[in-house]
């Protein structure tokens, strides 16, 4: 694992950058928020999506740990300007946008979330997670799916088609291999909160660490999918006080337990600890 005591929470929210205006509000909503100086900045505001953030740490507004910021990919070039940036307000964390080489990763000054988005960058995957200052792994759909020359990474029905699903898999197993935060992607239809629940559902349950959202009524749900229900507290909680520190093969309440039960156990009890967490500190 990379040097950090970073453990942020699981429901994370992108903010355009040169939307200073909606930070504090992405703040109250999120556990982290992402400023983005990339995709969500038009071309012609590059320039004042910097100033904007240089704004934000000036005045005091810009809170450190809850905060990652998204720079342009490393052939951009907007790059230099955002990692100068960077330099200058001491960042702690960035996102590094469709990252694709490990030497361009190695040679930020920062903890870094690397965003795989592009084929060269999913190809990359464990050799991406692998880096030291590498803290987390996240994966993007549609820029994957422009960069193999398709056109739609979804099913009419919302489904993730296969390549997609491969993307992911291979995302969250690489972020996992080199024991990184691994974070599920976006969901793009804001209004389809059943869809999205059911998405989150399964990024809890593969064990993503994380989902991003791209509108504040999202994160409500992300939330809820990554607090454990109260009954399977209790069942977790039962579990381990009568294993104790004995972790072989037993019966509990008439079913077989062994070791992947247990840990299955110890995480639901650390979910709802890191969401109480959350809440109290916002």
């Given at each position: 694992m990379p040097e950090t005591r970073?453990?942020?929470?699981?429901?994370?929210?992108?903010?355009p950058a040169d939307r200073p205006?909606?930070?504090?509000k992405a703040l109250a909503a999120a556990d982290v928020v992402i400023v983005d100086l990339e995709d969500a900045v038009a071309p012609d505001r590059k320039a004042a999506a910097r100033d904007a953030l240089h704004g934000l740490v000036a005045d005091g507004t810009f809170h450190r740990d809850r905060t990652v910021v998204r720079v342009n990919a490393a052939d951009s070039p907007e790059h230099p300007a955002d990692l100068a940036l960077a330099d200058e307000l001491a960042l702690d964390r960035l996102m590094l946008a469709k990252a694709e080489h490990p030497d361009a990763v190695a040679a930020l000054r920062h903890e870094v979330i690397v965003l795989l988005e592009t084929p060269r960058g999913v190809a990359h995957a464990v050799d991406l997670a692998a880096q030291a200052n590498v803290i987390g792994v996240m994966w993007g759909a549609d820029d994957l799916i422009a960069g193999l020359g398709g056109f739609a990474s979804r099913r009419e029905d919302g489904s993730y088609r296969d390549v997609a699903v491969h993307a992911r898999s291979q995302s969250l197993i690489a972020a996992k291999a080199a024991g990184r935060l691994a974070l599920d992607s976006v969901y793009m239809d804001i209004p389809d909160l059943d869809g999205l629940r059911a998405e989150a559902d399964d990024a809890v349950a593969c064990g993503f660490d994380a989902k991003v959202a791209i509108h504040p009524t999202q994160t409500t749900v992300i939330r809820a999918a990554y607090r454990p229900a109260?009954?399977?507290?209790?069942?977790?909680?039962?579990?381990?006080?009568h294993v104790g520190t004995e972790r072989g093969v037993t019966t509990f309440e008439g079913r077989m337990v062994d070791g992947p039960i247990?840990?299955?156990?110890?995480?639901?009890?650390?979910?709802?600890?890191?969401?109480d967490d959350m809440e109290g500190g916002r």
């Amino acid at each position: 694992m990379p040097e950090t005591r970073w453990q942020p929470g699981p429901a994370w929210l992108f903010c355009p950058a040169d939307r200073p205006e909606r930070y504090t509000k992405a703040l109250a909503a999120a556990d982290v928020v992402i400023v983005d100086l990339e995709d969500a900045v038009a071309p012609d505001r590059k320039a004042a999506a910097r100033d904007a953030l240089h704004g934000l740490v000036a005045d005091g507004t810009f809170h450190r740990d809850r905060t990652v910021v998204r720079v342009n990919a490393a052939d951009s070039p907007e790059h230099p300007a955002d990692l100068a940036l960077a330099d200058e307000l001491a960042l702690d964390r960035l996102m590094l946008a469709k990252a694709e080489h490990p030497d361009a990763v190695a040679a930020l000054r920062h903890e870094v979330i690397v965003l795989l988005e592009t084929p060269r960058g999913v190809a990359h995957a464990v050799d991406l997670a692998a880096q030291a200052n590498v803290i987390g792994v996240m994966w993007g759909a549609d820029d994957l799916i422009a960069g193999l020359g398709g056109f739609a990474s979804r099913r009419e029905d919302g489904s993730y088609r296969d390549v997609a699903v491969h993307a992911r898999s291979q995302s969250l197993i690489a972020a996992k291999a080199a024991g990184r935060l691994a974070l599920d992607s976006v969901y793009m239809d804001i209004p389809d909160l059943d869809g999205l629940r059911a998405e989150a559902d399964d990024a809890v349950a593969c064990g993503f660490d994380a989902k991003v959202a791209i509108h504040p009524t999202q994160t409500t749900v992300i939330r809820a999918a990554y607090r454990p229900a109260p009954e399977r507290l209790e069942w977790a909680r039962r579990l381990l006080a009568h294993v104790g520190t004995e972790r072989g093969v037993t019966t509990f309440e008439g079913r077989m337990v062994d070791g992947p039960i247990y840990a299955q156990a110890e995480r639901i009890v650390r979910l709802t600890a890191l969401t109480d967490d959350m809440e109290g500190g916002r």
